[in-house]
């Protein structure tokens, strides 16, 4: 049964998704959601931004929040990018 695997087709370069393979294909839902990402990463940003408004004995809870909330914006800047140049490649 090993020379049986399952392969996935092909028609004229764009890959179509088996569904013995991913059975969600079959009714519909395969991927992600990238506009609701999106927006839960901006919405994570500002809340990490808020929440330097509060009582800290010391500055190394604001250097964590403000590190923290400045890789997801730089992350979601890329990916922002990423999505306006994707047509050409």
Do not use: C
């Not at 028609?11 to 179509?16: C, L, P, W």
């Not at 992600?32 to 994570?44: D, E, L, M, Q, V």
């Amino acid at each position: 049964m090993a020379g049986k695997a399952v392969q996935k087709r092909q028609q004229s370069g764009v890959r179509t998704v088996d569904p013995r393979d991913e059975p969600s294909a079959e009714w519909g839902w395969h991927g992600s959601f990238p506009k609701a990402t999106r927006i839960a990463g901006w919405i994570s940003a500002i809340v990490m931004f808020a929440m330097i408004y509060n009582n800290h004995e010391n500055n190394t809870e604001n250097v964590w929040l403000i590190g923290g909330g400045l890789a997801i914006v730089i992350l979601l800047l890329i990916d922002l990018r990423r999505q306006r140049t994707a047509w050409r490649r």
